[in-house]
């Protein structure tokens, strides 16, 4: 992974920006109760992933579906890592990430006739979402196996306290937990993403391996590492009024990575009246949609570029006789050779428009590659909030909606 400011405008970096970023790593380093997932990659629990890797084993061989079901943190992650690497497992469908009925009716109608098993995820064990799309599938799956449904049911959820935990007790269900020390959107390298991400056929050894591999790149206090520049080119961005980060990517498998980037972004820096607002585009897509405000809008964006070289599969462009399109001088040509142009044109274009660019270059794009993305990317976020003065790790502002959801709804939590 390679991470490039050069297009940000920024020349050097600010005595001010330094000795703010300063801090805030001091802050991270000393915050205790919520930063569990610092040192995961590292010290997670080895007999707790042998367990967790026997156990997507076992999906394998009973089922050709896993129902995910979670929502934000408890479900981004895995779905970003499920659609950028396609392996040999079970499929997983997603469930219980809104409330629409046809999501619901969809999902099961995926499931067809198939042998399927349900992975509840839910760190609180109460949010209304995925708990009400779990009675649905619980349903069903009490429906086709009976009494062995409880088989088929894992729960990932607080070891100790919530609605969830005690169910799973008091119906028998295999149980994984969630450390209390660490939060939803931190909490991908957790049995939150490793066992559903396992029972699909990643190679999840290799996604801690390569989280791990960033922790110990970006262990060092200053500009040399590779987050510290992230973070301080945003963060000086912010100051010039730059108020939108626009992640974008030219590979389109790359959706849902993007979409837990703006759910870790947006929870962690958005409150107090603070915090760069978290967009998403996908090039060369959406140049033909947002393409013309990027270029010529409001300039208050930013733009942090994902940019993977080997996509892992490529095609020549064929040379056609007549050539009436003309585009015959690409014949022989691989289409990711023309991706790359469109990425160069495109960031130098933008540049010049007054939006500018941090560059994230992967060689490929593999598990290894993608738990350093995730682990990259949860540091220089938490880091963030405390550079901005926020706390990285609550989410207060997501209950306004819940209190007045519940309030309607007629609930007694509300
Ligand atoms: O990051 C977070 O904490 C949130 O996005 C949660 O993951 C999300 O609200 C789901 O909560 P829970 O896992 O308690 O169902």
Redesign the pocket.
């Known amino acids: 992974m390679r991470i490039s400011t050069e297009d940000t405008g920024i020349t050097s970096w600010p005595e001010r920006a330094l000795s703010d970023a300063a801090a805030a790593w001091d802050k991270l380093r000393a915050a205790g109760d919520m930063t569990g997932w610092l040192r995961l990659p590292e010290e997670y629990d080895r007999d707790e992933f042998e367990r967790l890797l026997r156990t997507a084993e076992k999906i394998r061989s009973d089922s050709e579906a896993l129902v995910v079901i979670?929502?934000?943190?408890?479900?981004?992650g895995t779905r970003a890592a499920a659609e950028a690497i396609k392996r040999n497992g079970v499929q997983l469908i997603f469930a219980g990430s809104d409330l629409s009925p046809n999501t619901l009716n969809n999902a099961a109608a995926q499931l067809g006739g198939k042998d399927f098993s349900v992975n509840v995820?839910?760190?609180?064990?109460?949010?209304t979402?995925?708990?009400i799309a779990f009675r649905f599938f619980r349903q069903l799956l009490e429906k086709k196996y009976g009494r062995a449904s409880a088989g088929r049911i894992y729960a990932t959820?607080?070891p100790s306290g919530?609605a969830?935990r005690q169910m799973a007790v008091n119906n028998g269900w295999t149980g994984f937990n969630?450390p209390p020390d660490v939060?939803?959107?931190?909490?991908v390298l957790t049995a939150?993403g490793l066992l559903p991400m396992a029972a699909a056929g990643l190679d999840v050894r290799a996604m801690m391996d390569g989280a791990a591999g960033t922790m110990r790149s970006c262990r060092t206090c200053g500009a040399d590492n590779p987050v510290w520049r992230y973070v301080l080119a945003r963060s000086i961005l912010y100051g010039r009024g730059k108020k939108i980060e626009l992640f974008t990517t030219y590979e389109p498998s790359l959706h849902y990575f993007l979409e837990w980037l703006k759910?870790?972004f947006g929870?962690?820096e958005g409150k107090e009246g603070k915090g760069i607002f978290p967009a998403s585009a996908e090039f060369t897509t959406d140049l033909h949609s947002l393409g013309q405000y990027i270029q010529q809008g409001e300039r208050h964006l930013m733009q942090t570029v994902l940019y993977v070289e080997d996509t892992g599969s490529d095609m020549l462009i064929p040379r056609c006789g007549e050539d009436t399109d003309g585009l015959n001088y690409l014949a022989g040509r691989p289409l990711s050779w023309v991706r790359k142009q469109a990425f160069l044109g495109t960031l130098r274009a933008h540049v010049a428009g007054g939006v500018p660019c941090t560059t994230i270059t992967l060689d490929k794009l593999g598990e290894r590659e993608l738990g350093s993305l995730f682990y990259f990317f949860e540091l220089a976020c938490a880091m963030s909030g405390f550079m901005l003065g926020v706390n990285p790790f609550d989410?207060p502002g997501?209950e306004e909606y819940k209190k007045n959801m519940l309030a309607l709804l007629g609930s007694a939590r509300g």
Not at 121 to 127: H, I, L, M, P, R
Request: glycine residues 20%; hydrophobic residues 25%.
């Open positions: 979670g929502i934000g943190g408890s479900y981004l995820v839910s760190k609180s064990g109460t949010t979402e995925p708990a959820t607080d919530g969830l969630i939060g939803g959107r931190y909490s939150v759910q870790l929870e962690s989410q997501v």
